[in-house]
Nanobody, 123 residues
Framework: QVQLVESGGGLVQAGGSLRLSCAAS????????LGWFRQAPGKEREFVAV????????YYADSVKGRFTISRDNAKNTMYLQMNSLKPEDTAVYYC????????????????WGQGTQVTVSS
């Protein structure tokens, strides 16, 4: 079992930055990949980024590549999403997810989810 809790969301102006955190508990933290997804009102949940258990391999959605950085600190059982150059279209609830059993880009491959944190980017 894995428990996930996100934090760090908020309201920011376009061009600004935020850092999201995802604190995990339960299974040994370094043994599973972690991902970030987001869901805007009326839209499907979409993949943002994923990182492997060791923090050595990352993948990003094209829409955030070059602006967002995913990382993890296995000593602190915490994953991060540094979001720079934010745009209004980044507005969504952001979720962290753990331990995909299929394609890491598919939300239904993940068995564990946090409660989400709201990110709102004003123009």
């Amino acid at each position: 079992q894995v428990q996930l809790v996100e934090s760090g969301g908020g309201l920011v102006q376009a061009g600004g930055s935020l850092r999201l955190s995802c604190a995990a508990s339960g299974r040994t933290f370094s043994t599973y990949p972690l991902g970030w997804f987001r869901q805007a009102p009326g839209k499907e949940r979409e993949f943002v980024a994923v990182i492997d258990g060791y923090g050595s391999t990352t993948y990003y959605a094209d829409s955030v590549k070059g602006r967002f950085t995913i990382s993890r600190d296995n000593a602190k059982n915490t994953m991060y999403l540094q979001m720079n150059s934010l745009k209004p279209e980044d507005t969504a609830v952001y979720y962290c997810a753990a331990d995909p059993s299929g394609s890491y880009r598919q939300w239904d491959a993940y068995g564990y989810w946090g409660q989400g944190t709201q990110v709102t980017v004003s123009s």
